[in-house]
T-cell receptor, first 117, second 110 residues
Framework: GAVVSQHPSRVICKSGTSVKIECRSL??????MFWYRQFPKQSLMLMATSNEGSKATYEQGVEKDKFLINHASLTLSTLTVTSAHPEDSSFYIC?????????????FGPGTRLTVL | DAKTTQPPSMDCAEGRAANLPCNHSTISGNEYVYWYRQIHSQGPQYIIHGLKNNETNEMASLIITEDRKSSTLILPHATLRDTAVYYCIVGSNRDDKIIFGKGTRLHILP
C-alpha cells in the first residue's frame, strides 16, 4: 500500500535551536500534504496544509514564522520548527493524499517525536 | 470542530466482533465516511471508507445507515493488536483537511 515516511523518527534538541522534519511520499506523488501535532493523550491537531509549489496554509493560532513549511516537490514536504522551546515538544505527523482506482484517502507518516530541552 | 461524534471508549473481548459507532448527522451528499486508527505512538492507519454503500476489506466492514447520518465500523474478530484509538472522519476527497475528534479508545480484553 501507499507509504509515507518521516525523518527523523525522534529528535532531541536544545532550546533556541531549529529542527527540520521531512515527510516523503515513497511510491506516489502528492500535491497536498498536511502537518499535524499531537500532545500526550490528545487528538491530532491540524497545523497546516502544504501545497507543492506554493505557500502553505496555516490553521488559526499556528505561527507561520515559527513553523516553516516547504513543499518543494511532489514527494517531499518539510516542517522546520524555528527557535524551538520546551512547549514545542510534541509528536509531529504528516499525511499525503492518494487517489487511485480503489482509494481516495490520506495516508499518514509514522510521526516524529520532538523533545526540546 | 470535528463533524463526527463517537463514544470515548469501548471494551471488546478478544475474538469477538468489535462494533464502533459514529454519528455524522451533518454529513453532506458528496462527503465520504473514513475510518482511521492510531496505535500508541504511531501515525494513524487508514482502515476503510465509504460513501453510502456498505464496504468490506481485509481489515474491517463499514455499515452506513440509509440516511447516512451514522455508521458502524466492524472488526469481525478482534485481537489484542486492535487495541487503539479509532477515528471516524467525514470528507469529500483525499485533499480535504482532516479535523480529528477525540475518537474511541478501544480496549481488547484477553
Amino acid at each position: 500500500g501507499a507509504v509515507v515516511s518521516q525523518h527523523p523518527s525522534r529528535v532531541i534538541c536544545k532550546s533556541g535551536t531549529s529542527v527540520k522534519i521531512e515527510c516523503r511520499s515513497l511510491d506516489f506523488q502528492a500535491t497536498t500534504m498536511f502537518w499535524y501535532r499531537q500532545f500526550p493523550k490528545q487528538s491530532l491537531m491540524l497545523m497546516a496544509t502544504s501545497n507543492e509549489g506554493s505557500k502553505a496554509t496555516y490553521e488559526q493560532g499556528v505561527e507561520k514564522d515559527k513553523f516553516l513549511i516547504n513543499h518543494a516537490s511532489l514527494t517531499l514536504s518539510t516542517l522546520t520548527v524555528t527557535s524551538a522551546h520546551p512547549e514545542d515538544s510534541s509528536f509531529y505527523i504528516c499525511s499525503a493524499g492518494l487517489a487511485g482506482a480503489s482509494t481516495d484517502t490520506q495516508y499518514f507518516g509514522p510521526g516524529t517525536r520532538l523533545t526540546v530541552l | 470542530d470535528a463533524k463526527t461524534t463517537q463514544p470515548p471508549s469501548m471494551d471488546c473481548a478478544e475474538g469477538r466482533a468489535a462494533n464502533l459507532p459514529c454519528n455524522h448527522s451533518t454529513i453532506s451528499g458528496n462527503e465520504y465516511v473514513y475510518w482511521y486508527r492510531q496505535i500508541h505512538s504511531q501515525g494513524p492507519q487508514y482502515i476503510i471508507h465509504g460513501l453510502k454503500n456498505n464496504e468490506t476489506n481485509e481489515m474491517a466492514s463499514l455499515i452506513i445507515t440509509e440516511d447516512r447520518k451514522s455508521s458502524t465500523l466492524i472488526l469481525p474478530h478482534a485481537t489484542l493488536r486492535d487495541t487503539a484509538v479509532y477515528y471516524c472522519i467525514v470528507g469529500s476527497n483525499r485533499d480535504d483537511k482532516i479535523i480529528f475528534g477525540k475518537g474511541t479508545r478501544l480496549h481488547i480484553l484477553p
